[in-house]
């Protein structure tokens, strides 16, 4: 958001709603991975927003993904009056870029060789975050000294109560915002640990449960920095961040239930 403090009100309230933009694999906006590099808003509202990618063959539907969401952000300011998006040297840039304009789905934009379901495609990259921020927020709570099956017992809103720093209300906070993506309902007296099904944690099975928790989380960091490497060596304006891995802050195998 950096970039957004020298540009004119309307140019920044573009970047905020771009930060609010999540890469589908990576977990993160769109924003600090140094993906947008350009707004312009002119004098009537219209939007002008150029971006980028780490590689020349990301994934169409990722890019496409990304580009649809972007658009669908700016669209929610009442004062945009038009909407312009631009994907740089991408081996797929013309037909994103055209799609775009044209308020294109992705299988209207790419025809026949369209073979995915963006819908499910997202579906399947909003459970991985879900698993990853919940991995992250058990591995911070069991680190803080609390036992497994006291954790996979607290309700919604009792998990709601412990935010009382700033790591782990960040930690509690993401996670809140993906867990309604496995189902179940979100009122405050319902379990806040649940799997990919909607089901509960058993804290019999904690330690496994979280074992393969870590192999999600590790897989994904390991993209992100791979992602992130690739950008900074394409462009010299990126900062290359170092790898941060989970920590294994206690060994799943001697979780006390």
């Not at 975050?129 to 919940?134: E, H, K, N, T, W």
Request: proline residues 4%.
């Amino acid at each position: 958001m950096s970039a957004a403090s020298a540009v004119s009100e309307p140019a920044a309230q573009v970047w905020e709603r771009l930060a609010s933009v999540i890469d589908p694999e990576l977990d993160e906006s769109v924003t600090e991975l140094g993906f947008v590099t350009s707004v312009d808003v002119d004098a009537d509202g219209g939007v002008s927003v150029a971006f980028r990618l780490p590689t020349y063959w990301c994934a169409a539907n990722f890019a496409y993904l990304m580009a649809a969401d972007m658009r669908a952000a700016i669209a929610n300011l009442p004062w945009v009056t038009g909407i312009g998006m631009t994907l740089d040297e991408h081996m797929y840039a013309n037909e994103i870029n055209r799609g775009m304009a044209q308020n294109l789905s992705f299988r209207q934009a790419f025809g026949d060789a369209a073979n995915d379901d963006l819908d499910a495609v997202r579906q399947t990259f909003l459970v991985k975050a879900f698993q990853r921020r919940q991995a992250a927020l058990l591995a911070h709570l069991l680190a803080s000294g609390r036992e497994a099956e006291a954790l996979v017992r607290l309700t919604i809103g009792e998990l709601a109560s412990l935010a009382d720093e700033p790591e782990r209300a960040h930690l509690i906070s993401r996670y809140m915002e993906r867990r309604h993506v496995c189902g179940g309902a979100m009122d405050e007296a319902q379990p806040a640990f649940i799997d990919i099904h909607g089901v509960p944690l058993d804290p019999a099975t904690l330690g496994a449960y979280l074992r393969e928790l870590r192999r999600v989380g590790v897989n994904a960091e390991f993209n992100s920095a791979l992602c992130r490497g690739l950008l900074a060596a394409r462009y010299d304006d990126v900062e290359e961040k170092p790898v941060r891995f989970y920590p294994r802050t206690r060994d799943a195998s001697t979780i006390r239930t």
